[in-house]
C-alpha cells in the first residue's frame, strides 16, 4: 500500500490559499502516491473539486474523512484542533505553523505524536530555493502592496501629459530591501512612480539602482562597513541611527506612497515610521504595512484595518498574498512539492533521512515533544 497524502480546507480566517495545484497532485498520482483533498479546499485559488479529480485526486468530503488515512498532512497554517484529533498515529504535518506565535498548535501536534515541520525554518541554501516559501510568497507580497496602494491612492501613478494639463508621478518610499521590498520597487516603477527605497545592508543599494529606484542612506564610513562577512547587518551605532532617522523623516514627508517590509523572526517588528513622520505626510497619502502581523512597522498601525490620520491613510495587511491566492497557492505547493521530495524514496515510500540539513532545520515536533531548539521550553 503506497503513501497518502492529504490536503483540507484552510480553517483559518482570511486563508484563501491551497497547500496543492492540479500539477502537483498529478505528480504525486504518477508517482503511485494516493491524494485525499477535502471538498471545496481549492475554491479560494480558483481551483474547483473537479481539476484535482483531473489530476487523480480523491475528493472527501470532510477534512476527518481526508486525515484519517494520511501518512503526510500538507497545510497553508497550521491545522486546526479538529484536524489534529483527527490525525493517524506517526502522521507528518507540513505548513507554515507560525511556530514563534502559534505555540498551542505545536504542542497539540507534539501531544498527538506528529512529525510537524516549519516551512518558515527551511534554510536559506542553495539546495533548498525551491522550497524557500517565505522568498515565493514575499515576491508576491511586494507586488500585492503596490497594487493596493495605487487602489488606495487618489492619484495616479505615472506622469501623464495631456492638453488640459501635466500629472506630476506618485513618489513612493520602500523601507526593506528584502524579497518583498525589491519586487515592491520594480512595481512601482513599471506603473510610473518615481522610487526611493531604504535598507540599513550596503549591499542592497546596488539591487535598488539596478532597478532603476533612487537609494537613501547616510553613507557614511560606518555605513560602508555596516555588514558582516556573512551579509547580514550589524548594529548601528546611536549617533548613526539618528543622523539616519532624521534623513527618512524629511524624505517621507515628501512621499505619496511608503511601503515598509522589515519583520525579525520571532521578535516584535521594529518601528520605522513615526506617528510624527505620518503626520508630516500630505493628506491622500498612503502607508501599507506588511508586518502588521507582528505589530507592524508604522506606528499605529491595526492589521487588516485601515487607519486614517489626518487624511493619511495607514493600511496593515496580515495575509496580502490571500489577495493573489491563485497564484500564490502555486508557488507554495511548488515549494511544498519540493519539501515532501525529502521524505520518500524513488519509489514512493516513506524514507526520511534524519541528518539531512534541510529536514533538520523545519522539525519542529517529533516524538511526542517540541525538538526545534529554538522552541524547546516555549
Request: some cysteine; charged content about 20%; glycine content about 8%.
Amino acid at each position: 500500500m503506497g503513501l497518502t497524502l492529504a490536503v483540507t480546507t484552510e480553517q483559518t480566517a482570511g486563508e484563501t490559499r491551497v497547500a496543492a495545484t492540479p500539477d502537483t497532485v498529478k505528480k504525486w498520482t504518477t508517482a503511485g502516491l494516493t491524494v485525499n483533498i477535502q471538498s471545496g479546499a481549492g475554491l479560494g485559488a480558483s481551483v474547483p473539486d473537479d481539476a484535482f479529480t483531473a489530476a487523480g485526486a480523491t475528493i472527501v468530503k470532510t477534512a476527518k474523512e481526508a486525515l484519517k488515512a494520511a501518512d503526510i498532512v500538507l497545510k497553508v497554517r497550521g491545522p486546526a484542533k479538529d484536524e489534529i484529533a483527527a490525525l493517524k498515529d506517526g502522521a507528518i504535518v507540513i505548513a507554515t505553523l507560525d511556530p514563534y506565535r502559534e505555540k498551542d498548535t505545536l504542542n497539540a501536534l507534539a501531544a498527538k505524536g506528529a512529525s510537524a515541520y516549519a516551512m518558515e525554518f527551511v534554510p536559506r541554501i542553495t539546495r533548498a530555493q525551491v522550497m524557500d516559501v517565505l522568498s515565493s510568497q514575499a515576491n508576491l507580497a511586494g507586488y500585492r502592496a503596490v497594487i493596493e496602494a495605487a487602489s488606495a491612492y487618489g492619484k495616479a501613478f505615472p506622469m501623464m501629459m495631456t492638453a488640459a494639463g501635466t500629472v506630476a508621478p506618485a513618489k513612493a518610499f520602500i523601507m526593506g530591501v528584502g524579497v518583498a521590498g525589491l519586487q515592491a520597487i520594480a512595481t512601482a516603477r513599471r506603473l510610473g512612480a518615481v522610487v526611493t527605497a531604504t535598507d540599513v545592508r550596503p549591499a542592497t543599494k546596488e539591487q535598488v539602482e539596478s532597478l532603476g529606484a533612487k537609494f537613501l542612506a547616510v553613507e557614511d564610513e560606518e555605513f560602508k562597513n555596516a555588514q558582516t562577512a556573512g551579509g547580514y547587518a550589524k548594529e548601528m551605532s546611536a549617533e548613526y541611527k539618528a543622523k539616519q532617522a532624521a534623513l527618512t523623516a524629511s524624505h517621507i514627508a515628501k512621499q505619496d506612497i511608503v511601503i515598509t517590509t522589515a519583520l525579525i523572526p520571532g521578535r516584535q517588528a521594529p518601528i520605522l515610521v513615526t506617528k510624527e513622520m505620518v503626520a508630516s505626510m500630505k493628506p491622500g497619502s498612503v502607508l501599507i504595512d506588511l508586518a502588521a502581523p507582528q505589530g507592524g512597522n508604522v506606528e499605529g498601525c491595526v492589521a487588516d484595518k485601515v487607519v486614517d490620520v489626518g487624511g493619511v491613510k495607514i493600511i496593515g495587511f496580515s495575509n496580502i498574498v490571500a489577495a493573489i491566492a491563485a497564484d500564490a497557492s502555486a508557488l507554495y505547493a511548488k515549494n511544498l512539492q519540493a519539501f515532501v521530495g525529502l521524505l520518500i524514496d524513488k519509489d514512493g515510500n516513506l524514507a526520511p533521512d534524519a541528518e539531512d540539513e534541510i529536514l533538520k532545520a523545519a522539525l519542529v515536533t517529533a516524538g511526542g515533544a517540541v525538538v526545534h531548539p529554538n522552541l524547546k521550553g516555549a
